[in-house]
């Protein structure tokens, strides 16, 4: 048995997980639903959302907050960090523009969080 | 100038405040901000996990004030970005200064307190040793790092686990630095479960309890620092004493009420929560002041603090239109490891239309446990709950029967049932 810490909100249920694959895990300890989306995943394929900056050319301040527009897989976050650090984007960007296209191949695209004008 | 609502603060609570004082009708609102853009706190929490309340979904810091600054702009509600309060009295006059505008005082009708909160500092907690630098308050290095695009440094103590602590863990970790531990003085984090698990977990960062800093290291810059662990009074063993090599220190050891204008206007201010004592409308022991959000107390979700401004946003409302009811007050007790419940005292005759609740925070981490209101002994509402912890506010609502069952009480107590000693 696996023991997890449901993060799909603030409540955060200790679950307790049976088994390793899709087919035969058995969550308990969850307030809902989410809960056994999470352990499924949690197990079979960990994924976050990664939140950062972008460089910006222009604008009032000298970075914009950007996220993944999804969860990527664990195993990608420094990748994503990486491709990140070596952007830069030119203002004005409003929230939900688009400031990589398919990040580290995961089909995920990175998107600006905040709107800033030009200087 | 008058005016009749105006309110100190355009950050969450702010917005929600302004948003919902329009939606009640009012037109003659001024939202006063001393920074150079609406939003607070939450321009530098570029991390996701807001909203999920509010909106159903996961949204980064500024996405969630965007929402609410469109929401003001939408209604046209006048706001000043740059001017700073600096005093508000007892006869509801608000004093500002701006660069625009000059000192300014405006004769308010209401006026809602939403001045958030403020670190405690390095000189709240004693930490002997030199003074070089490279130790930040969290969130100071939160706003350098991510709205001013500056590196803070490689090899990182964090001293704390409330959530800014947490989060800056990964934060710095995301920048390339090295975060070597988290130094928790409790037996527990003050920080929500989730930042545990994703923010230092998912990077094998280590969370020391019952640990504190016990000395800073280096002249010009921090070159370490020692902690120990500490015994059941939160005393150093200094046999445990070990040095950690780092050239930063963050402080995350908590968050105070930001009151000082409260204080100028007499506002009766709990020795708990450093917020004032307010009723079931949000408002203080001077009439027709109400302080609302992490003024009041601090909030672990912003989601909270949107919903607890709206209802001080339109009780304000209605105070302009209809004054204070003149009537008996109950004061709200809490025992038996319940440390405090905003609101604190109920008005007889209050307005209870919107749903009553209380929110609470518990002394320490229980285990089944039941969150019980007692109205003149009688229990009113009893909640279950299969683990209270310090770091995650409690709350109940109470149905219009259960409402006239307190109205009707000469005492009202708040209390954790089932608590093992």
Do not use: W
Not at chain 2, 112 to 129: F, S, Y
Not at chain 2, 201 to 226: A, E, M, W, Y
Not at chain 2, 247 to 256: A, C, I, K, Y
Not at chain 2, 277 to 284: A, G, L, P
Request: charged share 20%; glycine share 10%.
């Amino acid at each position: 048995m696996k023991e997890l810490i449901c993060i799909s909100c603030p409540m955060g249920c200790h679950l307790q997980v049976e088994g390793e694959s899709v087919e035969n895990i058995v969550v308990s300890g969850n307030g809902c639903v989410r809960g056994i989306i999470y352990a499924k995943n949690e197990i079979t394929a960990p994924k976050r959302m990664v939140c950062g900056t972008v460089k910006i050319n222009g604008a009032t301040q000298p970075v914009v907050s950007v996220k993944t527009k999804e969860p990527i897989p664990k195993e990608k976050i420094f990748d994503c960090l990486a491709e990140l650090n070596n952007t830069t984007i030119e203002a004005p960007v409003s929230v939900g523009d688009v400031a990589i296209v398919n990040v580290c191949n995961t089909g995920v695209d990175v998107v600006v969080t905040k709107g800033l004008s030009k200087r | 100038m008058n005016k009749n609502l105006v309110i100190v603060g355009g950050g969450p609570a702010g917005l929600a405040c302004a948003i919902s004082a329009y939606d009640e009708g009012e037109r003659d609102i001024l939202i006063l901000e001393r920074e150079p853009e609406l939003g607070g706190i939450l321009n530098q929490c570029i991390h996701n996990g807001f909203g999920l309340h509010t909106f159903k979904e996961e949204l980064t810091g500024p996405e969630y004030a965007y929402r609410y600054v469109k929401g003001v702009e939408e209604r046209g509600i006048e706001y000043k970005t740059e001017a700073t309060v600096i005093d508000v009295n007892a006869q509801k006059q608000v004093t500002y200064v701006s660069k625009r505008d000059g000192l300014v005082t405006i004769d308010a009708k209401a006026v809602v307190l939403c001045c958030g909160c403020r670190e405690r500092p390095r000189g709240a907690i004693n930490i002997a040793g030199m003074r070089g630098s490279g130790i930040f308050s969290a969130g100071t290095a939160q706003k350098l790092v991510n709205v001013e695009g500056l590196s803070v440094g490689k090899n990182v103590v964090i001293l704390g686990s409330g959530d800014i602590g947490l989060i800056m863990a990964r934060r710095m970790t995301f920048e390339g630095a090295n975060v070597k531990a988290v130094v928790e003085l409790m037996p527990y984090s003050s920080g929500l479960n989730r930042n545990i698990v994703q923010c230092l977990n998912d990077f094998d960062i280590p969370l020391l309890f019952s640990h504190t800093v016990v000395q800073v290291h280096g002249k010009g810059r921090l070159c370490g620092v020692t902690i120990a662990q500490v015994d059941e009074n939160l005393r150093p063993k200094m046999d445990t004493a070990k040095y950690i090599e780092c050239d930063t220190l963050l402080l995350s050891v908590g968050l105070l009420p930001e009151n000082e204008l409260a204080k100028n206007a007499g506002v009766v201010l709990s020795s708990v929560t450093g917020g004032g004592i307010v009723d079931d409308s949000m408002m203080t022991s001077q009439e027709g002041i109400f302080v609302c959000g992490n003024v009041l107390h601090v909030h672990d979700l912003v989601d909270f603090v949107s919903q607890e401004s709206a209802l001080a946003g339109q009780r304000a409302v209605q105070y302009i239109r209809n004054g204070a009811p003149n009537c008996e007050k109950i004061t709200i007790e809490t025992k038996n490891g319940i440390r405090y419940c905003v609101p604190s005292i109920l008005k007889k005759d209050g307005d209870f239309t919107s749903a009553l609740s209380f929110k609470m925070r518990v002394s320490n981490v229980f285990k089944k446990v039941t969150l019980t209101v007692f109205a003149d002994g009688v229990v009113v509402l009893a909640k279950k709950r299969p683990i209270v912890t310090p770091g995650e506010m409690e709350n109940v609502t109470f149905t219009p029967k259960q409402i006239e069952q307190l109205k009707t009480a000469s005492s009202i107590q708040v209390s954790l049932e089932g608590v093992e000693k």
